[in-house]
């Protein structure tokens, strides 16, 4: 009769002992899952802007930020001179070469096919707001940009042939 018993009791331990465990595992991940949504839900999203201004910036390291535009005395951003040539966002500055197009017919053309002129320095590309004009007529030439930066686009002001001087 004791062997029966103690067998019994060593089931009832271990049957305690295995729901006790797998009850602390379901807990735990439900709390975990729980966490994770509330996180999730009190984050903004990436196009949030009312927040953006309460957002800490964390640049990897050895990173700085981008230098700010000068400002001149009426307030406002001081102009830079940028140099490069004059091209469209599409083809940059490798145009087709079996197009039968010189470099500036090509660049006037996808421009007029939906692209934008931007300014190849190297391996910086930048974008160019303002009239078009003027970067119409020197499409494919290098020339230099006087202009305000704005992230990667000059609203250009005066815009020279690199070749007149």
């Given amino acids: 009769m004791m062997r029966k018993q103690q067998q019994r009791s060593w089931l009832s331990l271990v049957t305690f002992c295995a729901v006790t465990v797998l009850l602390a595992a379901f807990s735990s991940a439900f709390l975990l899952a729980g966490v994770s ?10 196009g949030d802007d009312a927040s953006a201004s309460n957002r800490a910036v964390v640049l990897p390291a050895g990173a700085q930020l981008p ?9 406002y951003a001081s102009s830079r001179t940028f140099s490069g ?12 070469m079996n197009s039968g197009k010189t470099s500036a017919e090509c660049a006037r053309s996808c421009v007029r096919n939906g692209s934008r002129y931007v300014l190849v320095d190297g ?13 119409e007529k020197l499409a494919g030439e290098r020339v230099n940009v006087s202009g305000i930066l704005e992230g990667d686009t000059i609203t250009v002001k005066e815009v020279t042939s690199a070749q007149a001087e």
Avoid: N, W
């Fill in 67 to 75: 230098a700010t535009q000068p400002i001149d005395d009426e307030g």
């Fill in 85 to 96: 040539m004059i091209t469209d966002s599409r083809c940059g500055a490798r145009h087709r």
């Fill in 37 to 46: 949504v509330a996180f999730a839900v009190a984050r903004p999203s990436p």
């Fill in 123 to 135: 391996e910086k590309i930048y974008g160019l707001a303002g009239d078009l004009t003027p970067l």
